[in-house]
């Protein structure tokens, strides 16, 4: 309704004929680089009175007037050649890009911190909405000063693992600043935490589990983890196979040996055969007086 009422005079202007510049009014029109058109048309009736204000509200480009008025000349040239002073506002519109810094100035009694910020300090909030204004405030006080609440997302991830949950810990100590092992009266078990937001949790000898609130920090960092675990997962049953197969090469090297050692006594009996020396997996056999 707010929003009805706001808009409940707008009447769409085909052509300046049409318009009867009377008393305050808004007006927006295209392009909006003001080369030609509508635009163009009330500009050049509006700007040399200080009254009338200009708001370029996207992407200004280069070579047009908008790109003219913005560094704020004190004449502009009209379209039928004539120059004419230059007295109304300008105002851009904004469009940070993501993680691009923003400074703002205002007064407000709402809480920007846990304690009054210094000049220069860096703080960090909600940027609430709410008609035409912007507020920014702790998320604590979002509930008194406008109607949203605040709700926290917590995740949880069990997946299978078999390896050793110490080699998880010594693995990400190696990559990552902050890993604390936990005391078994807090966690119920052996867990550790990861930069104060993940918990690793020790279930069973086949699975592990993964607790955080979810935030972008956190679920950055879970990402990250879980992608390790994964990796780890995938290199133990490699090491399984390399036990299995040096185990294997031993057992068919007894068994080559037993074949000789049999061959020997049948071709020169049993008291000319006797072995010399063994090393590791190799030995050495001597038969009778040689």
């Given at each position: 309704?707010?929003v009805?009422?706001?808009?409940?005079n707008?009447s769409a202007?085909?052509?300046?004929e049409n318009f009867?510049d009377?008393?305050p009014s808004?007006?927006?029109?295209?392009?909006?680089?003001?080369?030609s058109g509508?635009?163009?048309?009330?500009f050049?009736?509006?700007?040399?009175?200080?009254?009338?204000?200009c708001v370029?509200?996207g992407?200004?480009?280069?070579?047009t007037?908008?790109?003219?008025?913005?560094?704020?000349?004190?004449?502009?040239?009209?379209?039928?050649?004539?120059?004419?002073s230059l007295?109304?506002h300008?105002?851009k519109i904004?469009?940070?890009?993501?993680c691009?810094?923003?400074?703002?100035?205002?007064?407000?009694e709402?809480?920007l911190?846990?304690k009054?910020p210094e000049?220069?300090?860096t703080?960090?909030?909600?940027?609430?909405?709410?008609t035409f204004t912007?507020?920014?405030?702790?998320?604590?006080?979002?509930?008194?000063?406008?109607?949203?609440?605040?709700?926290?997302?917590?995740?949880?991830?069990?997946?299978?693992y078999?390896?050793?949950?110490?080699?998880?810990?010594?693995?990400l100590?190696?990559?990552?600043?902050s890993?604390?092992?936990?005391?078994?009266e807090?966690?119920?078990?052996?867990?550790?935490r990861v930069h104060?937001?993940?918990?690793m949790?020790?279930?069973s000898?086949?699975?592990i589990s993964?607790?955080w609130r979810?935030d972008?920090?956190?679920?950055?960092?879970?990402?990250?983890v879980?992608?390790?675990?994964?990796n780890?997962?995938?290199?133990i049953?490699?090491v399984?196979v390399?036990?299995?197969?040096?185990?294997?090469t031993?057992e068919?090297?007894?068994?080559?040996?037993?074949?000789?050692?049999?061959?020997?006594v049948?071709?020169?009996?049993?008291?000319?055969?006797?072995r010399?020396?063994?090393?590791g997996d190799?030995?050495?056999w001597?038969?009778?007086a040689?």
């Amino acid at each position: 309704m707010a929003v009805y009422q706001t808009y409940i005079n707008t009447s769409a202007l085909k052509c300046i004929e049409n318009f009867n510049d009377v008393g305050p009014s808004v007006v927006m029109a295209s392009p909006s680089g003001l080369q030609s058109g509508l635009s163009r048309q009330l500009f050049e009736i509006w700007c040399s009175d200080k009254k009338n204000a200009c708001v370029i509200p996207g992407n200004v480009v280069e070579g047009t007037l908008t790109k003219t008025i913005i560094n704020e000349p004190k004449e502009v040239t009209l379209m039928n050649g004539i120059t004419a002073s230059l007295n109304m506002h300008n105002t851009k519109i904004i469009s940070p890009k993501n993680c691009q810094s923003v400074e703002m100035y205002f007064n407000s009694e709402k809480r920007l911190a846990e304690k009054t910020p210094e000049v220069g300090e860096t703080v960090s909030g909600l940027l609430v909405k709410k008609t035409f204004t912007y507020q920014i405030m702790v998320p604590d006080d979002l509930h008194v000063f406008s109607q949203l609440s605040t709700e926290n997302i917590s995740q949880r991830i069990t997946f299978a693992y078999t390896g050793a949950f110490g080699v998880l810990e010594h693995r990400l100590k190696q990559i990552l600043e902050s890993v604390e092992s936990l005391p078994d009266e807090e966690s119920e078990g052996p867990a550790f935490r990861v930069h104060e937001r993940l918990t690793m949790k020790y279930e069973s000898e086949k699975h592990i589990s993964l607790h955080w609130r979810s935030d972008p920090i956190s679920d950055m960092v879970s990402d990250f983890v879980v992608a390790l675990v994964l990796n780890i997962s995938r290199e133990i049953p490699k090491v399984v196979v390399k036990s299995e197969e040096a185990t294997k090469t031993k057992e068919n090297s007894k068994k080559a040996e037993k074949v000789v050692h049999a061959l020997l006594v049948s071709l020169l009996g049993d008291g000319e055969v006797w072995r010399e020396w063994e090393t590791g997996d190799k030995c050495r056999w001597k038969c009778g007086a040689s």
